[in-house]
Structures are given as C-alpha cells and as structure tokens.
C-alpha cells in the first residue's frame, strides 16, 4: 500500500514529460509565421500576375515561397482565398503619408495639388496595374472579388489619408464645414479616377502633368470647397 501511494505521489510531484513537436504546433502560431505568411504573399503575387489564376498552382507557390503546401492552407487559405489576399494586399499596400496642412490659405491649392499628384503615381504603380489586369481578366470569374479588392484599397486611402486631412482642413477653419469622407470621394475620383483600369486594358494612358492635376484641383476648389467657405 504504501509503495503504491509513493508511486502516485511521485506521478504528481515529478518532472512532467517534456511536450511532443505536435503538442507545441497546438499552442501559440511560432514567431516566423508573419514573414512565412509575406514569403507566400510575395511568391503567389508574382507567379499569379505573370501566369495568371489558372496557370499559378499551390505547389509551385510553395517551391517559390520556400514552404510546403501545408503552410499556405495554414497561413492563408486555399488558392482562391491566396489569390484574394494577393490582390487584396498589393492593391491595399501604400506608402504611408500624412499631407502637410497649408500654413495659409491660399496654399491650399499647392498641397491639393501635392496628395493628387501622390494617388496618380499610387493608381499608376506596377503593383497596382498588376492588380488591376488580374481584375479584368479574372473579374467575370470572380466579380465579388473584383468588387472587394478595389474597394479595400480606395477605402484605405479614403479613411486613412483623405478624410482625416479634409477633418483637420475644416478644423483649422481653411475650408467651410464639409463632410469629410464626402469630400475624399470627390477629391479622389476627380484627381485618379479610372486611370490605372484603362491603362491595365491597354489604354495609351498618359501620366498626368502637373498643369493637368493644377486644373482637376481647380475645378475640386471652384466647383466644391468654395461653396461650402462662402456659406460657412
């Protein structure tokens, strides 16, 4: 009797076994599983925007990205869900910037002028243009898709950049009281509009200059914000 009590008190009080390689990948996702995952990322977009969705496959993503097949369905899904977050994440990706506030009002126009010229050269990218031709090409297929990815990165650049500066423009009384994601909407449709589209389709579309962009702000200020200050 007494040894089986000293068998079970040492059952209890021992060193616990040490956890198996399978009981650990149960437990929290490892350290390296974000730069896994941008390895997939970077493999797929490539593979997808040269062969296209039919010609890219899992196993050769996996070779590319340096993983097994079981990491991507793991880290991302399966190759529909890896396509939408390829097109999600380039179109989304931008180079982060806070447009400078003017320090007087009639340097409004130049800093208008400055984000305009910033969101062309964004809409205009090789990134961007690589989204936009697996759109057309794909976005029968997968219109729900299409709708999706474009629509993830207008409203990046929208709730992000433009209606948080047009709030502080109103703030600092430069313009009359307006509403802020109205005044992004109007702002970005009028100064990139449908460019990186048509010129994905093969549309010669020509970079716009800056006495093109200084007139598209023009007709933002004269048709939009001015309204709004002399009723303010």
């Known amino acids: 009797m007494a040894s089986s009590l000293s068998a079970r008190s040492r059952s209890f009080t021992g060193p616990r076994p040490a956890a198996s390689a399978r009981q650990v990948r149960r437990g929290r996702p490892p350290l390296e599983a974000a730069p896994r995952r941008q390895r997939i990322l970077d493999a797929a977009a490539e593979l997808f925007f040269r062969h296209g969705y039919d010609g890219t496959t899992l196993d ?7 993983v097994t097949k079981r990491a991507i369905y793991e880290l991302v899904g399966d190759k529909l869900a890896l396509f939408r977050a390829v097109c999600k994440h380039t179109f989304a990706h931008r180079e982060a910037f806070r447009p400078q506030l003017p320090a007087r009002a009639e340097e409004l126009p130049a800093r208008l002028e400055e984000i305009a010229a910033r969101l062309v050269a964004h809409s205009l990218s090789d990134g961007i243009l690589n989204v936009a031709r697996a759109m057309v090409i794909e976005g029968i297929r997968f219109p729900e898709l299409a709708l999706d990815v474009i629509d993830a990165g207008k409203r990046q650049l929208i709730d992000d950049i433009l209606s948080h500066y047009f709030a502080d423009l109103a703030k600092c009384h430069f313009v009359g009281a307006l509403d802020p994601v109205e005044a992004s909407e109007l702002f970005y449709d009028l100064a990139v509009g ?20 200084r007139g598209r702000i023009k007709v933002f200020i004269t048709g939009y914000l001015a309204p709004l200050t002399r009723s303010a």
């Open 194 to 213: 449908n460019r990186g589209f048509r010129k994905a389709m093969g549309y010669r579309e020509p970079t716009p200059d800056a006495a093109m962009i």
């Open 60 to 66: 050769a993503v996996a070779r590319a990205g340096g």
